[in-house]
């Protein structure tokens, strides 16, 4: 199997793929899978890997969809059991994994905009242009993003705290 295909955005599509709201139905699961991981090859076709981007993004905005869901919970919950200050702790929580979250999903949007340049490039220079080849390298999702993403959540979660 392909290293640049076992990465966590891929695992991230496949989990978001089975969510009962979000996910794709049952029958449909194969053809995505296998666009999934065509997409997220070094050497994908330009289109494919304009969708696996795409597909990656959005899960990453459903799953932040859920991390607001957890912040209402925690806030809930803190509040409950220890006031003010547990609301404090439950936003901090909640905000750290929204914050990781729209973070994954800019660094995937932001991917995809370098992937529609490369199609463009492939269409009007072909595949194996110079330029084609350094956008579709730099279009390439990396599991070191996971460092940035957990960044953003330290930072998020050390201004609540010190606000509230």
């Known amino acids: 199997m392909d290293t640049e295909v076992d990465s966590i955005h891929v695992a991230l599509v496949h989990a978001t793929d089975r969510l009962p709201v979000f996910g794709i139905p049952r029958q449909l699961r194969p053809y995505f899978d296998d666009r ?12 494919w890997r304009i969708q696996y981007l795409r597909t990656v993004s959005y899960a990453w905005f459903a799953v932040g969809f859920f991390a607001v869901i957890v912040l209402v919970f925690l806030d809930a919950t803190g509040n409950a059991i220890g006031g003010k200050s547990g609301r404090a702790d439950g936003d901090a929580i909640g905000g750290a994994l929204m914050a990781f979250c729209l973070a994954g999903a800019a660094y995937s949007t932001w991917k995809t905009i370098i992937a529609l340049l490369a199609r463009r490039a492939s269409r009007r ?6 330029r084609y080849r350094r956008l579709a390298a730099r279009a ?25």
């Open 36 to 47: 999934t991981r065509a997409g997220a090859k070094r050497h994908a076709d330009p289109d």
């Open 125 to 130: 220079y072909g595949t194996r242009s110079e």
């Open 140 to 164: 390439a999702l990396r599991n070191s993003s996971l460092v940035g993403q957990a960044v953003a959540a330290v930072v998020v979660f050390a201004l609540v705290l010190a606000v509230a």
